[in-house]
């Protein structure tokens, strides 16, 4: 094992290559994806951006002007949570929420001007930190992983609609 990987990471090694090989899919995502988080946590944090409000500005970069039950189904969280999230990033300034004319009802979240430019400056970060991810990995094979995790999440997400 490379003596240069973190202490966070050596044991996490060992567990899936000696202790259990051959668990379940779904840890070793989890922890996959942990890892990942670890990395770019303090990346975003340099921005003053915490890593649980980066899904809201990636989901708000692409789509602006989204409700906040919107913004919740987009990144999959609680209503609550969503709330929380919309609340600190307008404290930020990063994005503001208001009535479209005729509709006084629904509060729509739109990103301001401080909050759109982030993108140029954070997505590169995550670019960078999913390079190194993938890194020594041929091309071919990081294709079929992200093709097999889209159709394992359509998979999840068919089993689930099937069963309400």
Same mark, same amino acid.
């Given at each position: 094992?490379?003596?240069? *990987?973190? $202490?966070?990471?050596?044991?996490? @090694?060992?567990? /899936? ?12 995502? $989890?922890?996959?994806?942990?890892? =990942?988080?670890?990395? *770019?946590?303090? *990346?975003? +944090?340099?921005? &003053?951006?915490?890593?649980?409000? /980066? ?5 708000? /970069? !692409? ?7 919107? =913004? ?9 949570? #969503?709330?929380?999230?919309? %609340?600190? @990033? ?11 004319? &005729?509709? %006084?009802? %629904?509060?729509?979240?739109?990103? #301001?001007? !401080? ?6 400056? @954070? ?9 190194? +991810? ?12 992200? #093709?097999? *995790?889209? %159709? ?7 089993? !689930?609609?099937?069963?309400?």
């Amino acid at each position: 094992m490379d003596d240069t *990987l973190s $202490r966070h990471h050596d044991p996490i @090694l060992r567990h /899936w290559q000696d202790a259990v090989p051959d668990d379940r899919l779904a840890h070793l995502i $989890r922890d996959a994806g942990r890892s =990942l988080g670890h990395r *770019l946590t303090p *990346l975003l +944090a340099e921005h &003053g951006i915490p890593f649980g409000h /980066w899904a809201f500005l990636r989901v708000l /970069w !692409e789509q602006d002007g989204l409700t906040q039950r919107e =913004l919740s189904d987009a990144v999959g969280v609680t209503e609550p949570t #969503t709330f929380a999230a919309v %609340k600190a @990033l307008m404290n930020g300034g990063y994005i503001t929420r208001r009535h479209k004319p &005729g509709n %006084k009802r %629904k509060f729509y979240v739109y990103l #301001t001007p !401080e909050g759109a430019s982030l993108r140029d400056v @954070l997505v590169p970060l995550a670019e960078e930190v999913n390079r190194v +991810a993938v890194k020594n990995i041929p091309r071919e094979q990081v294709i079929i992983m992200r #093709t097999t *995790l889209l %159709k394992m999440i359509e998979n999840l997400a068919t089993a !689930e609609a099937e069963a309400r």
